[in-house]
């Protein structure tokens, strides 16, 4: 599949990859398209170039292992950890490999997995739970992000918390808050839908960001400032207005992807203590803590799944994903 210079997403044929030493082959089941997709597609993608072949949030099965691969076996069910990384820098070898100084995502600077099968290093591949359904499994990549980006947050137990963005991503973040503690749960998105539907996920109040007074509705709400912010859209609106609504002292998480530079209030960061963090991706233990949240029934999938489509109709599928209307479009293999 390739999204090629003018935004157009195409089928290729081309003869069926072989894993070179160890590497294996997987058969593609399900494939996510997720916002950095959208933006991609787009053109808007500040670290994605066209032309490029998609797909990161995968789950297949292991068809064909290359030499020197003892770790996996034909068969096995697994998904996809995108992040290649060089394992000798400094970040890597504290532990914080994504952050690697040659860090490639795989479908994104590589060739991805929207295809019906694709090679890829035996690391980068997780064993799915016998308990874990494929729907499920294909959203451990998505969540892994929000779960690090809540980890980097620091302790949330009984925290009072605002999500700013109630797309996949925004929404799981607000389900990663509530796991790790969080006593109140706040969402703001422009779309009345988003909002109802964080309100079925179990947020405790959700508004229009053109609210008017809106920090100061929420610090009402709240009893005063929001112990963390994560900002899931990552505008200078939305980073502004993080900033007045966290409490002193508070912390500001940037979870979304700017598509290009950003005005940030600096008087109120310094005024009040804030700390503004980035969070990129995530690592392993955050995939694993992503699968035991799935596998405890933590994220309701027939609230992020809307709608499936096959692979020959990956450009329906890229357009739906655009859609407001739509959470997590899937493209469908075999």
Same mark, same amino acid.
């Given at each position: 599949?390739?999204?090629? #210079?003018?935004?157009? *997403?195409?089928?290729?044929?081309?003869?069926?990859?072989?894993? #070179? /030493?160890?590497?294996?082959?997987?058969?593609?089941?399900?494939?996510? !398209?997720?916002?950095?997709?959208?933006?991609?597609?787009?053109?808007?993608?500040?670290? !994605?170039?066209?032309?490029?072949?998609? +797909?990161?949030?995968?789950?297949? *099965?292991?068809?064909?292992?290359?030499?020197?691969?003892?770790?996996?076996?034909?068969?096995?069910?697994?998904?996809?950890?995108?992040?290649?990384?060089?394992?000798?820098?400094?970040?890597?070898?504290?532990?914080?490999?994504?952050?690697? #100084?040659?860090?490639?995502?795989?479908?994104?600077?590589?060739? +991805?997995?929207?295809?019906?099968?694709?090679?890829? $290093?035996?690391?980068?591949?997780?064993?799915?739970?016998?308990?874990?359904?494929?729907?499920?499994? *294909?959203?451990?990549?998505?969540?892994?992000? $929000?779960?690090?980006?809540?980890?980097?947050?620091?302790?949330?137990?009984?925290?009072?918390?605002?999500?700013?963005?109630?797309? $996949?991503?925004?929404?799981?973040?607000?389900?990663?808050?509530?796991?790790? +503690?969080?006593?109140?749960? !706040?969402?703001?998105?422009?779309?009345?839908?988003?909002?109802?539907?964080?309100?079925?996920? +179990? #947020?405790?109040?959700?508004?229009?960001?053109?609210?008017?007074?809106?920090?100061?509705?929420?610090?009402?709400?709240?009893?005063?400032?929001?112990?963390?912010?994560?900002?899931?859209?990552?505008?200078?609106?939305?980073?502004?207005?993080?900033?007045?609504?966290?409490?002193?002292?508070?912390?500001?998480?940037?979870?979304?992807?700017?598509?290009?530079?950003?005005?940030?209030?600096?008087?109120?960061?310094?005024?009040?203590?804030?700390?503004?963090?980035?969070?990129?991706?995530?690592?392993?233990?955050?995939?694993?803590?992503?699968?035991?949240?799935?596998?405890?029934?933590? *994220?309701?999938?027939?609230?992020?799944?809307?709608?499936?489509?096959?692979?020959?109709?990956?450009?329906?599928?890229?357009?739906? /994903?655009?859609?407001?209307?739509?959470?997590?479009?899937?493209?469908?293999?075999?």
């Amino acid at each position: 599949m390739t999204v090629t #210079a003018d935004g157009e *997403v195409t089928l290729d044929r081309v003869p069926r990859p072989r894993p #070179a /030493a160890g590497e294996v082959r997987v058969s593609t089941r399900l494939i996510g !398209i997720c916002g950095t997709d959208v933006h991609a597609r787009r053109g808007e993608h500040p670290f !994605i170039s066209r032309p490029y072949h998609p +797909g990161h949030e995968a789950v297949g *099965v292991v068809a064909e292992t290359g030499p020197g691969v003892t770790s996996l076996a034909e068969g096995d069910r697994v998904l996809l950890e995108p992040n290649l990384v060089c394992g000798t820098c400094r970040h890597c070898r504290s532990g914080r490999y994504n952050i690697c #100084a040659t860090l490639r995502v795989i479908g994104c600077q590589t060739a +991805g997995a929207m295809a019906d099968s694709f090679t890829v $290093p035996a690391g980068r591949l997780h064993r799915v739970p016998d308990g874990l359904t494929d729907a499920q499994a *294909v959203l451990v990549e998505p969540l892994a992000t $929000p779960v690090h980006a809540v980890r980097r947050a620091g302790d949330l137990a009984g925290s009072d918390v605002l999500v700013i963005g109630a797309g $996949p991503i925004g929404l799981l973040t607000a389900l990663a808050t509530r796991a790790a +503690g969080a006593r109140t749960v !706040i969402v703001t998105d422009p779309v009345a839908a988003k909002r109802d539907r964080a309100l079925r996920l +179990g #947020a405790d109040a959700a508004y229009a960001p053109d609210t008017p007074g809106l920090p100061d509705v929420v610090r009402e709400r709240l009893g005063g400032g929001a112990d963390a912010v994560f900002d899931c859209v990552s505008v200078s609106a939305s980073v502004t207005q993080a900033v007045q609504i966290v409490e002193k002292g508070g912390t500001v998480m940037v979870v979304g992807v700017p598509q290009g530079p950003s005005s940030v209030p600096l008087d109120l960061v310094q005024d009040r203590e804030i700390t503004v963090r980035g969070s990129l991706m995530y690592v392993e233990e955050d995939v694993r803590a992503a699968v035991s949240l799935l596998a405890a029934g933590a *994220v309701p999938v027939e609230e992020f799944i809307t709608a499936t489509f096959p692979l020959d109709r990956a450009d329906e599928a890229f357009r739906a /994903a655009g859609s407001p209307d739509q959470m997590k479009v899937l493209v469908a293999v075999g």
